[in-house]
């Protein structure tokens, strides 16, 4: 198990540094609500990707694949939910640069946060095209003479690591980048509102994808 570890680890970070759904739903977080609400969400992220590993470890990522009906609803309730959030970000677009100028005296609130990564997770868990990549994917590095479940959770743990620490990166650059435009109210609502076209773009791409 140890070579296909390191096989799966380096092959997992190549993958994941290109950007994909996951890197544009945390550059669209950061640059709509600021860094550490942005990080909070990648983190929710993770968590939810690590529930399709554990779909996948208990054989229900075979039934979403095999199923045309099964990942239809799954990648249209992610898609939906994605510009859900697209759409709030650019509703309350306005809103950053008063919220900003409070931030020295009062911080976000741990339900802001916490909402960061309940909304995270949703995005995570409901991606459907990282059900299938999990599915077919992981299978590849596992040793059929051992336990298999246990070997997709530790790979899929391996996986969301990664991410996790790549898409905080990705995060960070987005987030500095938001604090140069914060210093103009109508830079930075034009900052929040693109994160919220980001983000719509993002859904109506998983849900016009094909499976």
């Known amino acids: 198990m140890d070579h296909r570890l390191i096989a799966f680890s380096l092959a997992a970070a190549v993958l994941i540094v290109v950007p994909g759904p996951s890197v544009v739903f945390a550059v669209g977080r950061a640059l709509s609500v600021g860094r550490r609400r942005a990080l909070a969400a990648v983190v929710g992220n993770e968590l939810g990707l690590m529930v399709q590993v554990a779909v996948v ?35 309350h677009r306005h809103d950053a640069f008063a919220a900003l100028g409070r931030a020295g005296a009062v ?31 992981l299978p590849q590095f596992v ?58 773009g993002l859904g109506v791409g998983v849900g016009a994808s094909g499976s």
């Open 57 to 91: 470890a208990g054989g229900l990522g075979a039934l979403v694949t095999g199923s045309a009906v099964a990942f239809t609803v799954l990648k249209l309730a992610g898609a939906a939910y994605l510009v859900v959030l697209g759409v709030n970000a650019i509703r």
């Open 107 to 137: 911080p976000d609130s741990r339900r802001r946060v916490g909402r960061a990564v309940l909304d995270g997770i949703a995005v995570g868990a409901l991606n459907p095209k990282s059900a299938v990549f999990f599915t077919a994917f």
């Open 143 to 200: 040793d059929p003479g051992a336990p298999v479940p246990g070997q997709v959770l530790l790979l899929g743990a391996v996986f969301t690591g990664i991410a996790l620490v790549l898409d905080s990166l990705w995060v960070l650059v987005a987030g500095t980048a938001r604090t140069w435009f914060a210093r103009s109210p109508r830079r930075l609502a034009v900052v929040g509102g693109t994160g919220g076209v980001v983000m719509i």
